[in-house]
C-alpha cells in the first residue's frame, strides 16, 4: 500500500508517476446501445490506481459515451464497470457513492454561472460531503492556488477565461477529493494560448499519482504523462498500447491512418 | 512615421496615446435630445405628432379629473349641480364624491368598520413577510413602514386642524408600523434575513387569524369579505401557491417516472384546457355535490383553491421553458459532483431556470391578479362587484367613469408594481453574473 495514489494538494511534490497493482476502474465486455445503435462494443479496459490512460480516436467512435458511462451518466445494456470495488448497478446508492469518488471534467466546462468561483468549489463539499463551510472554503483556495487562479475567487464564471474557467471545473472537481477523474476533451474547446495553463495543471495532477482518463487529441500531452493510449474506433477499442510505440510503430491499419491525419497538422 | 500613416510599411508605433474626454457634442442632455428624438426627419416628425398628442389630451383629463372634480357631494345630481355652479353651465368634471363614501366598501367590503384595523395590520404584515424574499436588506421596510408613518401624521394634521381630532394616528397600524419599522432598522442587514423569512413562513396563519378571526379576535365570516382586501387575498393566495405547486408540476412533467409525468401533462393540460370561469362555477355550485352532505366548505376557500390550481398550470409551462432553456451539462455538473435529484434542483437548476423565467411568471402573476375580478360572476363582491350595487343606488345611477376608473388605478398601481420589481430583479441578477 505504499505507493497508493494520494491527492493531498499539500503534498504535490512531482515523485515518480507510481503505478500500483490494485485495480481502480475495472470493465468488462461493456455493451451499449443508443436505440438500435450500437455505440459500445465489447469494451474491456482495466485501470490500475495512479495509472493515466489517453483515449483517443475519430469524432463519433464513442469515446465519450465510454467515460460517461464510468460515472453513470449514460446506462449500459450489458457488461459490468466496478470503481473502487464498486460495480455499477442501477442502484441509485451506488451511483452516488461511485460519483463521490469520481471526478468530471467537461469539454464546456459546465461551471454553474449564478455561483462565484469559490461557491462552485465549495457547493459539493458542503451539500454532498457536509463539510463545514469554513473548511470547505479553505479547501476550494488549497485547489484554486494549486490550479493558479486563488485571485479570481470571488468573480463568477463569466468573468473569466475558457482557460481559467476549465481550471476551475478542475478545482471543483478535486475539492470532493476524487480518487479517479475523467477527462472528456478538456481543452478542445480552448484557444491555443490556454491550452498549455490547462495542460500543465493535468500534468501537474498526474505527478501527484491521481488515477486519470483523459479522452484528448493533445499527443504532447499523451507522451508526457499517459501509461497507456488506447485508441477507439467505431465504438470498439482497436489499439491499446505504451505511448512510445503507439507514436512511433503503431499496429492497426485504422491507427496508422488516425495518426497521420492528426500528426499530419 | 506618424501613427495615422497608411500601414503600407512596415510599422512600429512610437506614441502612446492617452485617453481623452468624449467630445461634448456626444455626452449631456443636448445630445441625448438628438439622439434619441430628434436623429432623422422621421424620428422628429414622430417626436412632435407625439408632443402635439400628449398636449391635446393631458390637459383635458386634467381638467376633468383633478381642476373641475367634486370630491363632497351626496350623489350624483349634487355634483353636477356644483359643478354647473362652480365653473358655468356645460363643463363637466369628475364626482369623486362617490369614491369618497364608497371608500370603506371598496377596499373592505363588508367587513365590520370597527374591526377594520385587523386588515390594515395583515397588510403591513404581508409587506414584512415580502420584503425578504424580494429584497437582499430589509432597508426598504424601514421606507416603507417610515413612509407610511408620515403619511398617518399628514392625515392627523389635517383632521385636527379641519375635524379637530386625531383621526386613527394611534391606531394599531401606527403602532405595528412602528414596531417592524424599528426591528428592520437594528436588525436589517443581510445576516438576519433568514430570521426574516422564519417570520414568512408564520405569516400565513397570522393573516388566517387576523382575517378571519378566532380566539380573542371577533370571528368574521367570509361573506363579509369584499372589495379590495378579497381581491388581495385572493391574489396573493394564489401567487404564493401557484410558484411552488407550478415548480412541482414543470419538474413532474420531466421526471423519469412515467405514471408522475402522465398525471402532471395530464393535470397541466386540463387545467389550461378550461377557462377560469368554469373552474369558479364548479367550486360555487357542483363542488357541493361531491362534498359529503352537512359540509360547509367556505366559498372563498373553494375559490383559492380554484384560483391557485389554474394560476399553477400557466406557471409549470412557464417553469418548464426555464428548465428546458439550461444546457444540459448543468444537469450533468451537478449529477457528477454527486448531488442528489433535489439537491440540484434547488441549488443549480431551479435558481438558474426561475431566473430565466421571471418575465414569464411575473406575467402569469400579473393575469392571475387581474383574474381575481372574474369572482364578481360568482357573486363574491370583489371591487368589479361592487360597482353593480353601487351604481344602482338612487344617488350614485349613472356614474361610470369616476368608479371603473378608481378601481383600475388600483389594480394598474398593484400590476405595474410587480412589472417594475421584475425588471429590477432582472437587473440585479444580471449584474451578478455576467455571461
Ligand atoms: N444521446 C444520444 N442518442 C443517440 N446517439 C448518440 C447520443 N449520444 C451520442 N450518440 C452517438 O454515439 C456515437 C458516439 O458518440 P460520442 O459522443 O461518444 O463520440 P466521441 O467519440 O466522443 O466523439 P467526439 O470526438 O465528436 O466527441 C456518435 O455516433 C453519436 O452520434
Ligand atoms: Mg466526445
Redesign the interface.
Known amino acids: 500500500m505504499a505507493n497508493v495514489a494520494h491527492t493531498d494538494p499539500t503534498e504535490t511534490t512531482p515523485g515518480p508517476m507510481t503505478v500500483s497493482e490494485e485495480v481502480a476502474i475495472d470493465i468488462v465486455d461493456l455493451n451499449k446501445w443508443y436505440g438500435e445503435f450500437h455505440v459500445l462494443k465489447n469494451i474491456n479496459l482495466t485501470v490500475n490506481k495512479g495509472e493515466r490512460i489517453v483515449v483517443c480516436g475519430p469524432s463519433g467512435s464513442g469515446k465519450s459515451t465510454l467515460i460517461r458511462c464510468i460515472?453513470a451518466?449514460e446506462k449500459h445494456q450489458k457488461g459490468s464497470i466496478t470503481v473502487d470495488g464498486t460495480q455499477l448497478t442501477s442502484d441509485l446508492k451506488k451511483i452516488?457513492e461511485i460519483?463521490?469518488d469520481?471526478?468530471?471534467v467537461?469539454q464546456?466546462f459546465?461551471?454553474?454561472?449564478?455561483l462565484t468561483i469559490l461557491e462552485n468549489c465549495t457547493?459539493?463539499p458542503i451539500?454532498?460531503k457536509k463539510m463545514p463551510k469554513r473548511e470547505a472554503n479553505e479547501v476550494a483556495m488549497r485547489y484554486l492556488t494549486r490550479v493558479k487562479i486563488p485571485e479570481q475567487a470571488n468573480k463568477?464564471?463569466?468573468?473569466l477565461s475558457g482557460g481559467q474557467q476549465q481550471r476551475v471545473a478542475i478545482a471543483?472537481?478535486l475539492c470532493?477529493n476524487p480518487h479517479v477523474m475523467l477527462f472528456d476533451e478538456p481543452t478542445s474547446a480552448l484557444d491555443p494560448e490556454m491550452i498549455k495553463e490547462v495542460l500543465d495543471v493535468m500534468v501537474d495532477l498526474a505527478q501527484t499519482g491521481m488515477t486519470m482518463i483523459c479522452v484528448t487529441h493533445e499527443m504532447g500531452f499523451a507522451r508526457q504523462v499517459a501509461n497507456r493510449v488506447v485508441f477507439m474506433d467505431q465504438g470498439q477499442i482497436v489499439e491499446s498500447n505504451a505511448p512510445e510505440p503507439f507514436f512511433t510503430n503503431p499496429q492497426h491499419e485504422r491507427t496508422q491512418l488516425f495518426l497521420s491525419q492528426i500528426l499530419a497538422h | 512615421m506618424s501613427g495615422t500613416h497608411a500601414h503600407t510599411v512596415p510599422y512600429v508605433a512610437e506614441t502612446h496615446y492617452p485617453a481623452e474626454p468624449a467630445p461634448v457634442s456626444t455626452t449631456g442632455p443636448i445630445a441625448w435630445l438628438r439622439e434619441n428624438l430628434f436623429s432623422s426627419w422621421l424620428n422628429a416628425a414622430i417626436t412632435l405628432i407625439c408632443l402635439a398628442f400628449i398636449l391635446w389630451i393631458v390637459p383635458g383629463i386634467l381638467d376633468w379629473a383633478v381642476f373641475k372634480s367634486v370630491w363632497h357631494a351626496k350623489s350624483l345630481s349634487e355634483c353636477r349641480e356644483i359643478i354647473v355652479q362652480t365653473y358655468g353651465e356645460g363643463t363637466t368634471g369628475a364626482c369623486w364624491a362617490v369614491i369618497h363614501e364608497r371608500l370603506g366598501q371598496l377596499l373592505y367590503g363588508f367587513y365590520p368598520v370597527d374591526q377594520r384595523w385587523r386588515p390594515d395590520v395583515t397588510l403591513l404584515l404581508l409587506i414584512t413577510a415580502m420584503i425578504p424574499l424580494l429584497f437582499q436588506t430589509m432597508r426598504p421596510l424601514v421606507v416603507v413602514m417610515a413612509a407610511l408613518i408620515g403619511v398617518k401624521i399628514l392625515i392627523a394634521a389635517y383632521l385636527a386642524v379641519t375635524e379637530n381630532t386625531l383621526g386613527s394616528l394611534f391606531g394599531p397600524t401606527t403602532i405595528v408600523a412602528i414596531v417592524i419599522g424599528g426591528l428592520a432598522y437594528f436588525f436589517g442587514d443581510t445576516h438576519h434575513r433568514t430570521r426574516w423569512l422564519v417570520f414568512t413562513i408564520v405569516f400565513p396563519i397570522l393573516a388566517y387569524f387576523l382575517l378571519w378571526g378566532g380566539i380573542i379576535l371577533e370571528p368574521i365570516p367570509s361573506s363579509r369579505f369584499g372589495g379590495f382586501l378579497l381581491t388581495m387575498v385572493i391574489g396573493v393566495t394564489g401567487i404564493a401557491g401557484s410558484l411552488p405547486l407550478g415548480i412541482l408540476l414543470a419538474l413532474g412533467r420531466q421526471s423519469k417516472l412515467p405514471i408522475l409525468r402522465l398525471i402532471c401533462v395530464t393535470f397541466i393540460e386540463f387545467i389550461r384546457g378550461v377557462p377560469l370561469i368554469t373552474l369558479l362555477f364548479v367550486a360555487s355550485t357542483l363542488l357541493n355535490y361531491f362534498l359529503p352532505p352537512g359540509t360547509n366548505f367556505d366559498l372563498i376557500l373553494r375559490v383559492l383553491i380554484m384560483v391557485t390550481l389554474f394560476a399553477s398550470a400557466y406557471m409549470a409551462e412557464v417553469i418548464r421553458g426555464g428548465l428546458a432553456a439550461l444546457p444540459k451539462g448543468q444537469y450533468e455538473a451537478s449529477d457528477t459532483l454527486g448531488l442528489t435529484y433535489w439537491q440540484g434542483m434547488r441549488l443549480i437548476i431551479l435558481p438558474q431556470a426561475l431566473k430565466i423565467s421571471i418575465p414569464g411568471i411575473v406575467n402569469t402573476f400579473i393575469g392571475l391578479f387581474k383574474d381575481t375580478t372574474l369572482v364578481a360572476v360568482i357573486g363574491l363582491l370583489d371591487p368589479l362587484g361592487l360597482t353593480n350595487p353601487i351604481r344602482s343606488d338612487a344617488n350614485w345611477n349613472g356614474i361610470v367613469w369616476e368608479l371603473y376608473g378608481f378601481i383600475a388605478f388600483l389594480f394598474f398601481v398593484c400590476c405595474w408594481g410587480m412589472s417594475r420589481y421584475s425588471m429590477y430583479l432582472e437587473t440585479r441578477l444580471r449584474a451578478a453574473d455576467r455571461r
Open positions: 460515472n451518466l452516488d460519483r463521490k469520481v471526478g468530471m467537461f464546456h459546465n461551471l454553474f454561472p449564478h457547493l459539493a451539500w454532498v463568477y464564471p463569466g468573468q471543483r472537481a470532493m
